[in-house]
């Protein structure tokens, strides 16, 4: 786990040490350097795999350098099939650097892992960058006036400072719709995310940039109607058990819930010595953490639990403006970048369960949006009255609406149809949020509709969650609080080859984490396996309504970006305990708090 910077231009050199300065907490060992002409490139390391020196980087050979961030679980099986010797055997890094010598941009084909890298071809004085199958690691790069340059956080570019920083106001709307940045964009309009699945090939002789994808997750939803459960089992187990491939003590993050639950359970009935930990809060409303605790004692592992008190959470909220380097407004990074400080006292690495309700139609909006879909199916005419309802009335409709979901995964649910009668039913309740946020900006657009249509609607759902809210947000918000705090997060229920198997698994017998229940029940107590989702919920209208509401007035109150009626308004409906949808004033609120730390 590491972070990298490099790229083309002629001012580079003398600032690549300050950027790897700014990415400094992505890997604690000494920062290292490659300089070639007015190309550079820097790495900060956190050794996971091969503690030795011999797996510094960048590293090269007679004519590739790679800057590489992240693990290849199978880098063992690929040494193997190059016939690589013993020095190969340890060093994932020398056996990717030996894999794309050989085998060039199709080794991509071959590697299990989260990744983000970059290869230098010293010959032709271009560069070739590659993301991993679901976006686990990120990139950025910035291409203007000749310069190419890429890092692994935005960070590296305040740090270099020599950037455009116009605003993207399409990123903004869609930030303040859903509290993440879309897929390929940033805050700033000329500096770009390489997205999921995708290579980048730049060469600066000819001033040219293609990128490419080179997996097709939607390929991959081909249902089959049967599932063969043993089959599931060793899919399962063997994704689980390829994310503790280390040679450092790992933890595992607990919540209680069945993703975190299933990936405890396997390792420990395979044997593996590792300590789980959670975060609770004193709100009995929201706290978990008793469920993760009896987990535990049912598998006989040691359990920490970390209570989350909104002392503490105030501390970690004036922290997510530095952590999380663009606005960012997933409340539930507050508890994750406080367990992911807690876990860092333990060990270098911490598995977290991500993914599972993307691939197993985990949340509860999935069967929320089908029934409506079907009840609009059924009552079709309902459309013309419903379009034809009075102001107030359709105000009200939307406030249920957004008020059930909130209005991040009401947007998600719009955003994953293309075409249909539910698109329709729900476009005039978008457009009337809309023209309520239009009061903050002006700019706001209506976010496009998403390039896809599968033919089941929860595929359609899960293809969405998968291709953008998993990598946008979820993976985001983990990536950065780990990395914060030098700690590498894995994923053990997203192997490739896990997810193809189960995407590909009849909708049906997927629905409510069928699959994970009954393999769950065969190790733990059914009270445990068989209890209502709570998800990663915490109770911060109740900390912002208290302790934290001095917040609001400190950042809200006294600024010139949003209508500042429109603003107080909005903060005084909330704490007159009147129907407000909280994930608006948050979102607001951290974009007005990166501002002040990035004197944006």
């Known amino acids: 786990m590491c972070r990298i910077a490099g790229g083309f231009a002629t001012d580079l050199k003398d600032k690549i040490k300050q950027i790897a300065y700014a990415l400094r907490n992505g890997g604690e060992n000494e920062a290292k350097f490659y300089f070639d002409q007015n190309f550079a490139l820097s790495h900060n390391r956190l050794a996971i795999i091969d503690l030795s020196h011999s797996a510094d980087q960048p590293v090269q050979n007679e004519r590739f350098v790679l800057c590489f961030n992240g693990e290849i679980y199978n880098y063992k099986e690929i040494a193997q099939d190059l016939e690589l010797d013993d020095k190969f055997k340890n060093s994932d890094t020398l056996v990717l650097l030996a894999a794309y010598s050989k085998w060039g941009k199709s080794c991509l084909d071959k590697l299990d892992g989260m990744f983000a890298f970059c290869i230098y071809d010293k010959f032709k004085k271009n560069i070739f960058i590659a993301r991993d199958r679901l976006g686990v690691k990120p990139l950025y790069y910035y291409f203007k006036d000749n310069k190419f340059i890429f890092a692994s956080e935005l960070k590296a570019f305040f740090a270099y400072d020599n950037f455009d920083k116009s605003i993207d106001q399409t990123a903004f709307s869609h930030y303040l719709n859903s509290g993440y940045m879309p897929s390929e964009q940033s805050i700033f309009k000329f500096i770009k995310k390489l997205p999921p699945a995708h290579f980048l090939e730049f060469s600066n002789t000819k001033k040219e940039l293609k990128i490419t994808k080179y997996y097709d997750l939607q ?300 393999y769950l029940l065969k190790h733990l107590p059914k009270e445990l396996v068989m209890r209502p989702k709570m998800g990663f919920a915490l109770p911060i209208e109740e900390w912002f309504h208290t302790d934290l509401g001095y917040l609001l007035d400190d950042y809200l109150t006294n600024q010139d970006v949003f209508d500042k009626q429109y603003i107080l308004n909005l903060v005084q409906d909330f704490r007159d305990k009147k129907r407000v949808n909280f994930s608006k004033i948050w979102h607001i609120l951290l974009f007005l708090m990166w501002k002040k730390r990035w004197n944006v």
């Open 219 to 518: 390929s991959k939803f081909n249902t089959k109607k049967s599932i063969d459960l043993t089959k599931f089992e060793n899919e399962l187990e063997s994704s689980i058990i390829s994310r503790t491939v280390s040679d450092v003590e790992f933890s595992s993050f607990l919540s209680g819930g069945l993703d975190s639950s299933i990936t405890a359970t396997v390792l420990a009935k395979n044997g593996f010595k590792f300590k789980t930990i959670s975060v609770g809060f004193e709100s009995d409303k929201f706290n978990e953490s008793n469920y993760a605790t009896a987990v535990a004692n049912n598998l006989g592992l040691e359990h920490i639990n970390y209570t989350l008190t909104p002392k503490i959470a105030k501390d970690i909220i004036l922290q997510l403006p530095s952590v999380y380097d663009e606005p960012f407004g997933d409340s539930s990074a507050i508890p994750t970048l406080f367990l992911c400080q807690k876990a860092s006292s333990l060990s270098k690495v911490a598995l977290s369960s991500d993914g599972g309700d993307e691939i197993n139609f985990g949340y509860t909006r999935y069967d929320l949006n089908y029934q409506r879909y079907k009840f609009y199916k059924k009552f079709s005419f309902l459309k013309h009255i419903f379009l034809n309802l009075p102001y107030p009335l359709l105000k009200k409709t939307f406030e249920l609406n957004s008020k059930t979901l909130g209005i991040d995964k009401y947007y998600r649910i719009k955003d994953s149809f293309k075409t249909n009668k539910f698109m329709e039913l729900y476009a005039l309740e978008f457009k009337h949020f809309k023209n309520d946020e239009a009061k903050l900006l002006g700019i706001l657009d209506e976010p496009k509709l998403s390039k896809f249509e599968l033919k089941n609607s929860y595929e359609s759902m899960s293809f969405s969650d998968i291709s953008t809210y998993l990598s946008d947000d979820i993976f985001v918000k983990t990536d950065r609080a780990a990395m914060s705090v030098s700690l590498e997060v894995r994923e053990p229920l997203l192997s490739y080859k896990f997810v193809d198997f189960m995407i590909k698994i009849d909708p049906n017998l997927r629905k409510n984490k069928a699959l994970f229940k009954s």
